[in-house]
């Protein structure tokens, strides 16, 4: 079993839908939890970031962490066709450890 | 005035040959990485260095070799390339080596190994 399992996708929705991006991880050790967004041909930005359990909100966007499931996911309000990207989990254990990224959902949104 | 910069963005060399590549962050930032993202988007961890001292080296073939001048460049060199190597490298870095410090990333180096 992979440390982060994310499914691929891809994932189409139509404009204003709100879209669950999820993870699971194996390893209850991991501590931070991000999301990151990729666009074609670009490198990843970091969209949020969580420490522990818990939600966190940012605009349209909502990452949730439950712990106890090894669970995390990302919400997308009112979805954009700018929103359509490669989404990619990551977390890490401690300072001076390496993230583990999942390996991403492309999502489509269409106008 | 791009924040983490890599050169070239599209390398297309052969098998067995040997190239560089370099990254520079302008962010005064003390942590820099490369990740290798493999044909299936799969974003791995090669190597990373705090204020020029590697501090994480992962199970990468010693054909790779990582450089720090100084703490604003992170070099890559790759002898006797073959064509596993194939990929896209990214270089990032972050404000330090602490576990929640987000990471900046560069858009990437497209290796493609004839």
């Known amino acids: 079993q992979k440390e982060v399992e994310q499914d691929p996708g891809p994932l189409s929705v139509p404009e204003g839908a709100i879209v669950s991006l999820n993870c699971t991880y194996s390893n209850s050790a991991f501590q931070y939890f991000m999301w990151y967004r990729q666009y074609s041909r670009k490198g990843p930005e970091l969209l949020m970031y969580?420490?522990?359990?818990g939600n966190k909100e940012d605009g349209r966007f909502t990452a949730q962490v439950d712990k106890s499931s090894k669970y995390i996911s990302l919400f997308i309000r009112d979805s954009q066709p700018s929103d359509s990207a490669t989404y990619l989990c990551a977390m890490s254990y401690q300072a001076g450890t390496a993230l583990i990224f999942g390996k991403g959902t492309t999502l489509s949104v269409s106008s | 005035d791009t924040a983490v910069s890599q050169t070239p963005k599209y390398l297309v060399t052969q098998m067995g040959n040997d190239k560089s590549i370099k990254c520079e962050q302008n962010l005064g930032h003390d942590t820099m990485y490369w990740y290798k993202q493999d044909s299936k988007k799969f974003l791995k961890i090669m190597f990373s260095?705090?204020?020029?001292?590697?501090?994480i080296n992962e199970t990468v073939p010693n054909r790779f070799s990582p450089k720090s001048p100084d703490k604003a460049h992170l070099n890559l060199h790759i002898n006797s390339l073959e064509l596993g190597d194939s990929a896209v490298y990214f270089c990032?870095?972050?404000?330090?080596?602490?576990?929640?410090?987000?990471?900046?990333f560069g858009d990437g180096t497209r290796l493609s190994i004839l």
């Open positions: 990032a870095s972050s404000q330090d080596a602490q576990a929640h410090q987000p990471q900046h």
């Open positions: 260095y705090n204020n020029k001292e590697l501090i």
């Open positions: 969580t420490y522990s359990s």
